[in-house]
């Protein structure tokens, strides 16, 4: 790495820390937002304070129902049902049901239970030990509305509905699968106590699935129910928590990429992803998902919904290896004092697949990491190599070619700006002799200044520009990043193999140790040794092209070569696709030195040189306005005054 590199990477540094201070909330944007904070903290204080009191009650509720189970009498079972439950004493007992509807993507287990959707299955997936791919752990999904209703504090989760089907009420049999051009309509309804004259009222969740799509319409439907819920009531608060289940063969990558992500404040913003974290989200919330590495869980309102409180953690009491992590969402639902009103929303199951996701045209396609960050790596991700990404895999050809084929293109496109940072170092080669003279003239560090002015005075005389080689350099180090943000979030390469890689969307194991290596891991990918190797191998070759042993910083040597063995350690779990693609770059790279080598003439190249330094040097714009501002003040050397 010679000087010009040093300086390009000191200037993309640059560049991202003006960017983060150039983007930092002014004082009044500041101010406002707190404002906002504060009017609504006594609001959601108000919340959490009765949240508390239905956590309360749920634990009473759980204990006092195992105590009349073992030594009450059925007429006290009911009795104490209607006193906790007043008009939905009916629904707090019952027998529960299973339903699968299934189409030609989803396979969705329904409960009568709760009336909920306690898990999904994507037909066209597998985990990675080649189980049916379910998006949650187990049936102990928790998806509820709380209300207060007379005095009590109702929660739909552990009341029992009744299924209708197609607006008739569903009494047993096989569902049909819905084809693909077809929807199925399937209700679950919680009906109360309470009748006026023949008119019932009832809470309904209707489910409408397409045959062909991972989005469904869900939409809450509520009858009667402002004669239940009491007064005052602006909205409803929903409890939906589930644990996720473990996908991909690394358990600890899996768990770096899943979180919660909303659309918050016009933006999408979501959790830590690395660490437990919570979240009180004050303001308006379009769609909250519960995010995996490559799969969702997505609930979406078709008008916002009113605040959220939202949480992701890990539970270290769960010893399940498939166990993931467990989310949860508390969501307010606007809730009108009307006699017929319904809250219409959706559900998203299925793949974080960019196009799938676009079509939507709810920014759901910001969970899937592009650089987002950083607009110009998204830019070259969604309308460069996602396209021929796709184009390619298009044909039919192994992902293992189709990324050889999208290397190729690559550095075809960048060979332009290979060839220019080549020249410019073979230009900086063949002045070394006399920028080392230099060096030997002004020894001290003293005459760092007088030796820094003589080298820029012999660049100039010789007609080059030290910071060509630079330039190019950072025009490639956003695809770089790019790619290095496509291949790990890829779904398409996900249980894709190639040559020895079972996976690329996965480490390539050739062994696996029987213990584990600090920073390293317990197995052995092949692909990153390989791409480790080529990676040294090209610094050997780039320091030698540069010539850069002497002018380079105390240590900066040693610390290119550092830099592979880290790269070792740092993707030895990462995507085996990824390593792949480097390891092509720089196989491609060996090529590309090897060709422009042959055809630059660096004797050519020294003769122009030494023509340009017989030119006279031509003046810059600045520099002549400079000696004109002194033609006018008078000359400093003549002593020449303007009076």
């Known amino acids: ?77 009911v009795a104490d049902l209607q006193d906790k439950l007043g008009v939905f004493s009916s629904a707090g007992q019952g027998e529960e049901q299973e339903l699968v509807i299934e189409s030609q993507l989803l396979k969705i287990f329904l409960s009568s239970k709760g009336g909920k ?33 007379n005095n009590r504090t109702i929660n739909t989760n552990d009341l029992y509905f009744k299924p209708y089907l197609n607006g008739q009420e569903w009494t047993g049999g096989e569902i ?10 399937f209700s679950m309804r919680l009906y109360t106590d309470r009748r006026e004259g023949q008119s019932p009222s009832y809470i309904e969740y209707i489910y409408t699935i397409a045959g062909n799509d991972y989005m469904i319409d869900y939409d809450l439907h509520l009858v009667g ?20 289940r473990r996908q991909e063969k690394s358990l600890d990558n899996e768990r770096n990429e899943s979180t919660i992500y909303y659309y918050y404040l016009d933006g999408v913003d979501y959790l830590s992803e690395r660490k437990d974290d919570q979240e009180l989200l004050k303001r308006d919330v379009r769609w909250l998902s519960f995010k995996t590495r490559f799969f969702a869980s997505t609930i979406i309102g078709d008008q916002s919904f009113m605040n959220a409180e939202i949480k992701t953690f890990t539970d270290p009491e769960k010893t399940d290896e498939h166990y993931l992590k467990t989310m949860s969402e508390l969501i307010g639902v606007p809730f009108v004092n009307k006699a017929d009103q319904t809250f219409p929303m959706r559900m998203y199951f299925g793949p974080l697949k960019y196009r799938t996701l676009k079509k939507y045209d709810l920014e759901l396609e910001r969970q899937i990491p592009l650089g987002w960050s950083f607009f110009l ?44 940072t080549y020249k410019s170092s073979a230009k900086m080669r063949v002045l070394k002799p006399e920028i080392d003279e230099i060096s030997k003239k002004y020894p ?37 990043i790019a790619m290095f943000r496509f291949f790990p979030s890829s779904i398409e390469l996900r249980q894709q193999s190639f040559l020895w890689a079972h996976d690329l969307s996965s480490y390539d194991s050739i062994l696996d140790l029987p213990f584990s290596i600090p920073f390293y891991g317990d197995h052995v990918s092949l692909f990153t040794l390989l791409m480790t190797v080529s990676t040294i191998i090209y610094t050997k070759i780039n320091n030698e092209m540069m010539g850069s042993t002497s002018n380079q910083m105390p240590g900066m040597k040693t610390m290119m070569y550092i830099m592979p063995i880290m790269f070792l350690g740092i993707f030895n779990n990462y995507a085996s ?11 491609l790279t ?10 630059i003439d660096e004797d050519k190249i020294r003769r122009q040189i030494q023509l340009n330094k017989k030119k006279p040097v031509k003046k810059s714009g600045f520099q002549k306005r400079l000696e004109e501002m002194a033609k006018q003040k008078g000359n400093p050397k003549t002593g020449k005054k303007r009076r």
């Not at 990675?128 to 209703?149: A, I, R, V």
């Not at 129910?225 to 996720?244: E, P, Q, S």
């Not at 696709?577 to 196989?587: E, I, M, P, R």
């Open 225 to 244: 129910m402002n004669r239940v819920i009491d007064a005052g009531t602006n909205f409803l608060d929903l409890n939906y928590k589930v644990d996720m």
């Open 590 to 599: 060996f090529a590309q030195m090897y060709f422009i080598r042959r055809t």
């Open 444 to 480: 001290k560090s003293e005459d760092a200044m007088k030796k820094q002015q003589a080298t820029m005075a012999l660049y100039k005389k010789a007609g080059v520009n030290p910071m060509a080689g630079c330039v190019p350099m950072l025009l490639q180090f956003p695809i770089l």
């Open 577 to 587: 696709g990824l390593s792949y693609y480097y390891l092509l770059a720089n196989l």
């Open 117 to 149: 959707i306690v898990n999904v299955e994507l037909k066209d997936y597998q985990t990675y030990d080649s189980l049916p791919l379910l998006l949650y752990n187990n049936k102990n999904t928790h998806f509820g509305y709380s209300f207060p209703s």
């Open 377 to 420: 790596m998204a830019w070259i991700n969604i309308y460069a190599v996602i396209p021929v990404f796709d184009w390619l895999g298009g044909y039919g050809f192994n992902y293992g070619i189709v990324i050889l084929l999208l290397t190729i293109m690559l550095k075809i496109v960048l060979f332009p700006i290979a060839y220019k």
């Open 176 to 185: 049909p699968v819905i084809g693909i051009d077809d929807t199925l309509t």
């Open 1 to 77: 790495m010679d000087r010009n590199t040093i300086i390009g990477l000191l200037l993309i540094f640059a560049i991202f820390v003006g960017f983060a201070i150039y983007n930092q909330p002014s004082e009044e944007e500041r101010e406002r937002m707190q404002r906002q904070s504060d009017s609504l903290e006594l609001v959601m204080q108000h919340r959490a304070d009765s949240l508390a009191v239905v956590q309360a009650q749920q634990a009473s509720q759980t204990s006092e129902k195992v105590n009349d189970e073992t030594s009450s009498s059925q007429p006290e079972k």
